[in-house]
């Protein structure tokens, strides 16, 4: 029930979501579309309830200014005709509320808590200022002989799920991948966990978005999402073969 509720109104918002962010920045996951509704639904409930309160101000303000002759009106709001409009916009801001704090929490469940069956596993390796990535090698599986690993540069398929093992050698890092909607800290001396599954073909930019020394601004990557033959490709021949031109 919950979920459906959920799914009406990220349906709603979900055409803005991808007017206001998506036409920026590619949508690239499964679940980028989820944070863009999510933040189109803040964006309108908090943007009425801001340009409304501002406009009551401004027209309360002329409304009951001192005029000549005339002194300023002092309303206290304790009349029975009065506290409606004190009582009703609260109880519809916290409607509102409810609705944001409903969807922020399925969002987070849905993408933090509900990890997909995983098709496949990298280990991303964060280092003051650099990214080392371990992708498994023919046999699909992690630390064996035929992993590949590679220097600020991941691969991985379109369509594919995939699990991450994100890993910190020093210091706070923090994972990001704008078009992925994707961001999770690294922490040293800890294995954080996640996943992902990509949708759009292309390179893009993989960002540390932690502030982790003076060559933060320059520890930047970049994912490269192939298509199963790209992919399976650049595998078999250990990570060094050349994609074919787009």
């Known amino acids: 029930m919950l979920q459906g509720i959920y799914d009406f109104i990220k349906g709603i918002f979900s055409p803005l979501g991808d007017y206001l962010i998506g036409s920026n920045v590619p949508v690239g996951s499964t679940f980028a579309g989820d944070i863009d509704a ?7 409930l908090v943007g009425f309830w801001a340009i409304l309160a501002y406009a009551a101000f401004f027209f309360l303000i002329y409304r ?3 005029r000549d002759g005339e002194r300023a ?3 206290t709001g304790e009349e029975k005709n009065l506290k409606r409009w004190i009582t009703y916009p ?3 801001i916290i409607v509102c509320d409810l609705v944001i704090v409903f969807m922020a929490i399925m969002v987070w469940y849905n993408i933090k ?9 990298v280990r991303i390796i964060s280092q003051q200022w650099a990214w080392n990535f371990v992708h498994p090698g023919p046999d699909n599986e992690l630390d064996t002989d035929d992993d590949i690993t590679t220097f600020n540069e991941l691969h991985v398929q379109e369509g594919v799920t995939y699990h991450y093992e994100l890993l910190s050698k020093d210091v706070l890092h923090d994972f990001s991948v ?11 001396g800890r294995i954080m966990k ?3 599954e990509p949708t759009k073909v292309g390179e893009y930019d993989i960002q540390c978005a932690e502030m982790c020394g003076i060559g933060h601004g320059i520890m930047n990557a970049r994912i490269i999402v192939e298509t199963a033959e790209e992919h399976a490709a650049w595998v078999s021949q250990g990570g060094d073969g050349k994609l074919a031109a787009r």
């Open 64 to 66: 009951f200014k001192e």
């Open 194 to 196: 996640g996943w992902f």
């Open 113 to 121: 808590q509900r990890l997909p069956e995983a098709d496949s596993t």
């Open 178 to 188: 704008p078009v992925f909607r994707l961001k999770q800290d690294a922490i040293p």
């Open 90 to 92: 609260h109880a519809a």
């Open 38 to 44: 999510l933040i189109a639904l803040i964006t309108v």
């Open 73 to 75: 009106q002092y309303v």
